[in-house]
């Protein structure tokens, strides 16, 4: 099929041909790909949604004062009133709120903190 081509330029042709279709196939099984929730992070992802993002995403309520972003919160050493980021403290701040944040004290069971915090894990993906 490439008579036409020495030999040696035949075989580095094949050999970029490889690596490219290698390269590609590694980058579309992994360069983007998401890691699909658990059953518990997909529910603290909707509780997220829904209870959640408006302020701390969308500030649809136009608060003057932006509330923190949440993405990668436990990646931080810190939550953003300096206290350490560990799931004690932000369970803290959301059934007894902080600031302008209202406290959602008796609006979460257990279950449901427990999987709003493991999706705030995920880094909110």
């Given amino acids: 099929m490439l008579s036409f081509l020495p030999l040696i330029w035949q075989m580095r042709l094949w050999a970029v041909v490889f690596c490219v279709g290698m390269a590609s196939g590694l980058c579309a099984a992994g360069c983007h790909r998401t890691p699909a929730l658990t059953a ?3 529910e603290g992802k909707r509780l997220y949604t829904g ?4 302020c701390h995403e969308d ?3 136009a608060l003057k004062k932006v509330p923190p972003d949440l993405h990668g919160v ?3 050493k810190a939550l953003p009133r ?3 980021a560990t799931d004690d403290a932000v369970r803290q701040n959301i059934l007894h709120g902080k600031g302008m944040m209202p406290g959602f004290a008796g609006r979460f069971t257990e ?3 427990a999987a709003l915090l493991a999706y705030l894990h995920t880094g909110l993906l």
């Fill in 40 to 42: 518990q992070e997909a």
């Fill in 51 to 54: 209870r959640c993002s408006h």
């Fill in 59 to 61: 500030n649809d309520l």
């Fill in 74 to 76: 436990f990646t931080r």
């Fill in 82 to 84: 300096g206290v350490a």
């Fill in 111 to 113: 279950e449901q903190m």
